[in-house]
């Protein structure tokens, strides 16, 4: 697998768990393995590597130590293509609000699949994300190959974590 370089900064795709109350809710309404996707690089200005994730307070760029801290479960990939690009579109979404509203209507998402039928996300909100959401459009925006397929509003994170698994 290839990295991917932004100014000398390897950018990769992480994604955990935690014993959280969303985590947890995140995970029991949807069955999967992780409960947040993130994005993760070496900052050669700030110095250590720094995760750039939508959090229950918004949008946010935040140390590695102090993202990954309450973390049970980490799993970090280095994607097949190259996601240079991505720091800038995504940096557009800091200080946006979490999208919580658009949270609740995944889980109405997956419990269609429960039920084996597919619906959109009937509750997203254009002006606020949830973690996979930002990385899903992120993706679309720099034209990473594939993510055409994925419907940002509905992708959870072991959605997108399969996507990376599965190149």
Sequence with gaps: ??????????????????????SRVIRFFSGQRFS?????????????QYVME???DGYRLIHRDDAL????????LDPKHDLSKI??????WLGSRYDYAGLVGAALVTVARWARTK???PMQDAKSVFC???I??????????????????????TDLFKFFKSE
Excluded: K
């Design 136 to 157: 899903v459009v992120g993706l679309q925006q720099i034209g990473y190959p594939g993510a055409e397929r994925l419907d940002a509003a509905s992708t959870t994170p």
């Design 1 to 22: 697998m290839s990295t991917a370089l932004c100014n000398g900064q390897r950018v990769r795709v992480g994604f955990s768990t935690s014993n959280a109350l969303i």
């Design 132 to 134: 996979s959401e930002s």
């Design 54 to 56: 939508a959090a229950w």
């Design 36 to 48: 947040h996707a993130f994005l993760i690089y070496e900052d050669r200005d700030f110095g250590g």
């Design 69 to 76: 801290r309450d973390a049970t479960l980490v799993v970090i």
């Design 87 to 92: 720091l800038e579109v995504s940096g557009r």
């Design 119 to 121: 619906i959109r996300n």
